[in-house]
């Protein structure tokens, strides 16, 4: 089967959100459902129960739609990368009140990588960049 880049795009990405989302439980379990503390994941990402459970969701969306079409794919990328952005945003530069998944600066680099890779993917925005072919160095 032929897979345009947006549906091997979602399965990647979709594969490791939902794994994530699912190992990450093993380590938020004694912790609040949702706030700004957690378990450490990986050492690398403090997480909650709705972290989680958000990241598991995307993940089964975006492997949803990667394997239903390829405009499907094109519009679920467009959204889980524009939710990628607002959580990194929120991350970043919201209020204490706002972190109810427990994201630290791990979880908004994550979120800012993967949010603007998939929008920038999904609406094609390089299409008009000339990349050099055999470029050398002199």
Partial sequence: MNRTTNQSLGLTLGAIYALIGLAGFSVSGGHAFSGSSGGMFMDMFTVNALSNLVSLVLGLAMLWAANDSADRAKMMNTVVGVLCLVMAAIGMWGSASMNVMAMDSGAN??????????????????????????????
């Fill in 109 to 138: 680099l994550l979120h800012l990588v993967t949010g603007v890779v998939l929008v920038v993917t999904a609406l094609d925005l390089l299409r008009h960049v000339h990349w050099p072919r055999g470029a050398t160095t002199a």
